[in-house]
């Protein structure tokens, strides 16, 4: 049973539902994958550009109405993008939305037996620590949470995806964590690169790893088209000194000492000035970077853009 | 108001040229010092013939960078030839490739490390960068953190130590920790107990080990006592007492000569996943050959001074 629907994922003729179809990386997804095969979109905002013959549900996770998508039938694969992370929501739709509907939709992967699932996480599960090892590898503890509470959500649908690897071998459930994904992205990353002085840490300069947009699809499309599962770090080209990057951009930075900075930035939030929470400062201050050898030989994976083409890929027309 | 504008910008162009200049100058002179300290071979040079894996960036995935570790290594390199006019013996017989260097520690300030550094990139061929471990707090130090990653220090975890073995660097241990850095002067030149981690690194990564002793730290600054209430104030290891810090000039460290002896590389095998007792035996013998190394060096120096 198993092995015949294996083998339809190779021939990449079943559906595939896309939920958080409508964000940016949402799209790029929808862009490559319409052409191979039907793709049902599932997100309560609106498609900007739809191409004509993806499907798209405008709903939420967490209604009834999800479980129709399945009861069609024929979905071979699930990839889930819809994480919440909007620091300025409620913690409580936050959770309501990344736990709970998340859980509904792997109850259906389940129930239908979908053959593959890719989840999209990300590398700040691991958190920037002062005692991180310069590469961390999939085996790290989560300790994103311990310093930034807001990302608890984001470690949570990790682990929930962890453990339905664990209790569903039948499934290809594959996780994907990524260092900054940087693009048009709206995140956090790629909106302080936007920055026109993009504020740093007086004293402190750590290495960073950054990934295009694209060699994140592409990751997607490659942990989609293979017979793989497991849990797959990603970390795009070389990594630089957070220093070089800003260099590659060629914008004037503003040292700030992190003493200052930090309540000033509480301060900022709590106006409502910025959009970046204090927390976020530990990444332009600690290391967490990540070794991706296992995507490398597993996955097949490769970035495809060098370090300057992804770092400018932020100043590309939004 | 515009003319205001175009006279501060002028100034500060005048500034900048300046400062450039004065730069130069300056890096002028730190070659060609080195060049003499290094017996005619000039300093870039002799950098880029060290072995690094640098990305197309000039920084290592470390965070190395040859231009800052230049001027680090100039600044020992003063120490290491002129201030503590260092002895070096058997450096030429360090391996190539990747090597484990095991050294006793002593002096209250890690100079034995800045000076092993040095010695491995002017006396030993091919010249190397030393790597090391530092404390996880380092990292939250403005400046320090910088400066440790650049000049090639990373984060003290079995991970990164592991990963340095097997991209072929040089990595300097001392199994003694901070107990063997803040001996006082009664216990000087006596090892204290080793860790055993760098036993099963060696074991795990086929990594050669070099036995290094190092003589001279330990008259460099003089402890007559710990005061380990004040150290656990403090969150120090140890609260030295030094009677030279009270004379004048007495924060710097006394001119000892330093010897720093390099022994025969000790290849280890089996499995690093076996008992400490085991682990123990090989340590114990890594232990036996420094101190026999520090004893002989001892009987044959002459002087502490000169």
Not at chain 1, 138 to 162: H, K, N, T, W, Y
Not at chain 1, 163 to 174: E, G
Not at chain 2, 245 to 269: N, S
Request: proline share 7%.
């Amino acid at each position: 049973m198993s092995e015949r629907r294996a083998k339809k994922i190779e021939a990449g003729s079943g559906k595939v539902v896309v939920t958080g179809i409508c964000g940016r990386l949402g799209r790029r997804v929808a862009r490559v994958l319409h052409r191979e095969r039907p793709v049902v979109g599932v997100d309560r905002r609106e498609f900007e550009g739809k191409p004509k013959d993806v499907d798209h549900q405008r709903l939420d996770l967490r209604r009834k109405k999800l479980k129709d998508v399945f009861r069609q039938g024929d979905v071979e694969a699930v990839i889930h993008l819809g994480v919440m992370h909007n620091p300025r929501d409620s913690a409580a739709e936050h959770h309501s939305w990344n736990v709970e509907g998340f859980g509904k939709l792997l109850d259906y992967v389940a129930q239908f037996r979908v053959p593959k699932l890719v989840v999209l996480s990300s590398a700040n599960v691991y958190g920037p620590q002062p005692h991180n090892p310069q590469f961390l590898t999939e085996q790290a503890p989560l300790l994103g949470g311990a310093r930034f509470s807001e990302i608890r959500d984001l470690v949570e649908v990790d682990m929930l995806a962890q453990s339905f690897f664990w209790k569903h071998p039948d499934v290809q459930t594959v996780i994907l964590r990524p260092v900054h994904i940087l693009g048009t992205v709206r995140n956090a990353a790629s909106n302080f690169l936007r920055l026109k002085r993009p504020p740093t840490l007086l004293g402190y300069d750590p290495m960073v790893q950054v990934i295009h947009e694209q060699d994140v699809v592409d990751a997607m499309h490659a942990a989609l088209e293979r017979r793989v599962r497991g849990i797959f770090n990603l970390a795009g080209p070389e990594p630089l000194p957070l220093s070089r990057i800003l260099r590659i951009l060629g914008r004037p930075t503003l040292p700030v000492p992190y003493s200052l900075a930090r309540p000033a930035l509480n301060r900022l939030w709590a106006l409502h000035l910025t959009s970046f929470p204090a927390p976020e400062l530990d990444h332009i201050r600690y290391v967490c970077m990540v070794d991706d050898a296992r995507a490398r030989s597993v996955l097949g994976y490769a970035p495809k853009h060098d370090a300057e083409a992804t770092v400018r890929a932020v100043e590309a027309d939004l | 108001m515009a003319r205001d504008t175009s006279l501060l910008r002028r100034s500060q162009t005048l500034g900048s040229a300046l400062l450039g200049e004065l730069g130069s100058l300056a890096q002028r002179a730190v070659d060609r010092s080195m060049t003499e300290m290094l017996g005619g071979e000039s300093f870039e040079r002799r950098i880029a013939r060290v072995p690094l894996n640098l990305g197309r960036s000039g920084v290592d995935a470390f965070g190395l960078d040859p231009v800052w570790t230049k001027y680090a290594l100039a600044a020992t390199a003063y120490l290491h030839r002129r201030y503590f006019r260092t002895e070096v013996f058997g450096a030429k017989s360090v391996p190539p490739g990747r090597v484990l260097l095991i050294s006793n520690h002593s002096g209250q300030v890690p100079i034995d490390g800045a000076l092993i550094g040095a010695s491995m990139f002017m006396d030993a061929e091919p010249p190397r960068f030393i790597r090391a471990m530092v404390e996880k707090w380092s990292q939250t130090l403005p400046f320090v953190s910088l400066l440790f990653s650049r000049v090639g220090q990373v984060v003290g975890v079995p991970e990164n130590a592991k990963r340095l073995l097997e991209q072929d660097e040089v990595l300097l241990v001392f199994p003694e920790g901070a107990r063997g850095i803040s001996k006082t002067f009664d216990k000087r030149y006596q090892l204290v107990d080793f860790g055993l981690g760098f036993m099963r690194l060696a074991m795990e990564t086929k990594t050669p080990i070099v036995p290094v002793a190092v003589i001279g730290g330990e008259e460099q600054y003089i402890s007559v006592g710990n005061v380990e209430p004040l150290a656990r104030l403090f969150r120090m290891p140890a609260f030295p007492v030094m009677p030279q810090l009270l004379l004048p000039g007495g924060a710097l460290p006394l001119p000892t000569r330093y010897r720093i002896h390099f022994g025969e590389a000790m290849h280890f095998t089996g499995d690093a996943d076996d008992d400490d007792s085991v682990i123990e035996e090989k340590v114990w013998l890594v232990r036996a050959t420094i101190q026999s190394m520090i004893n002989r060096g001892l009987r044959d120096r002459k002087h502490v001074f000169w």
